[in-house]
């Protein structure tokens, strides 16, 4: 087997992630053409997320002991069999109820990626190179759900909704490949465990754990709630779909710079941290604040999404080395609670942002306003921690 170097196990690492980033998003151009192909309304056809996300994030509290016991290299071959599995099964789906099975067995698949994006780079890296790595990851990872549209619109005018399921079958069978063939074993050999629920016990009994775990759910469930909000925002606005189209993907360059932004930084980790948290307090204030004086533009909306973004594109390499770094052990495990709660926590979240009026941005802004004191809530006792440190080093 090859022996890599981390900057391509991380590469490799980018396009596994990519393939579950992409099939979130990819057919969503071609949602009008799925609804009319199995007679069913446009809006049903939000269940197809639903039940992909649903299993993306139960299946990570699942991969990520595994592969402490087994190994990363089968846990990854595994779920990506699944996923194609579950491609294949879309693409011959003639039924909402068979698609949307077939969705839920691809996030079942792909959940594995989520887990090894948090586990690997803890398996090779430690300190300041493993909040590279994780900021690196998140930029990478960015990029996908911008690209999978623009595919998916493509192949669905070229061809037909299914073209849109063939490519990911394609895309993910290559990936496997390269798994095969290149992804060495980065499971330490000293790690293996066969104590899944005792370590996940101990992992959720500890205070600084589940500080920065909630801080990834409240910076995850900002953005999601915004996503899940803009477009019906924004249409109130009477905006074209097209012009919805760019507002919506117009914050996502701020997450890509904060990520950047949180591996290049020379500051201490402590200061990077202060600034990630108050650029997500600040945001979710103008979000709410001109709520209050019923008061919505498109830069009352847009703006402080992007700064929202920027602070948690930041917060999510930060937060993940800071939960993950001091379990070299568990990597897999606290891997999978990261990855698994923060995306089920954020989940619910988002879900009860939905039942919430939409017809302004008052509701939006009591979420994300909430989200950031969550956020501000945790870290403030963990800052205590770090500036004690520091003080008695001094």
Known sequence: MTNLRPIYIFLLLIVLVAVGQMAQTIYIPSIPKIARDLLVCEGSIQCLMAAYLLCY??????????SDRIGRRPVILNGMAIFCLGTLLAMFSNSLLLLTLSCGI???GTGVGGVMARTLPRDICNG???RRANSLLNMGVLVSPLLAPIIGSVLSDWFNWRACFSFLLFLSASVTLLVWFYLPETCPA????????VDCYRLLRNKTFNHYLLMLIGSLAGIVSFEASSGI???NMGLTGQEISILFITPLPGAFLGAWYAGKASAPFNELMWRAVLCCLLASILMWLPAWFSIMK????????????FGAGMLFPLATTGAMEPYPYLAGTSGALVGGLQNIGSGVIAYCSSLLPQYDQFSLGMIMFSMGMLILVCWLPLSHIFHRRSSETI
């Open 190 to 197: 000293w790690s293996i465990t066969n104590n899944s629920i």
């Open 106 to 108: 691809q996030g079942i």
């Open 57 to 66: 994030g139960i299946s990570q509290l699942i991969y990520g002991p595994l």
């Open 233 to 235: 925002l924004l249409n």
């Open 128 to 130: 300041r190179a493993l």
């Open 298 to 309: 498109i830069w009352t909306l847009i703006l402080p999404a992007i700064l929202f973004f």
